[in-house]
């Protein structure tokens, strides 16, 4: 799990750095075609389900590195009275 920083470079502009929030255990699944359409996703390409436990301080804006993969949180559900997490994941380009 990693959460963005912003920071200026030696001109002025704004970069964007990627740091660790938590190392955790999760099951990652694959979504079928058929799953992302029911989920209403036409103009966002879902790709991936993860299920987690629950993890304060977690948000929408936070991104998963997986087996060398980038998954940004496209929907974070909590479930069973806040301990778990169901993350809906768009896989993105490094």
């Known amino acids: ?3 963005a920083s912003e920071s200026r470079n030696a001109i002025g502009e704004t970069v964007l ?3 660790t929030f938590a190392t955790v255990w999760a099951s990652v699944d694959g979504v079928s075609a058929r799953e992302a359409l029911a ?3 036409n103009e966002v ?3 991936h389900k993860v299920q987690m ?3 304060a301080g977690m948000t929408q804006r936070m991104r998963l590195l997986w087996r060398g993969r980038i998954l940004e949180i496209v929907s974070l559900l909590e479930h ?3 301990s778990r997490h169901e993350l809906i994941c768009q896989e993105t380009a490094a």
């Open 1 to 3: 799990m990693q959460q």
């Open 53 to 55: 436990r629950y993890l």
């Open 17 to 19: 750095s990627w740091s």
């Open 45 to 47: 390409s879902i790709t």
């Open 80 to 82: 069973e009275n806040r």
């Open 39 to 41: 989920a209403g996703q």
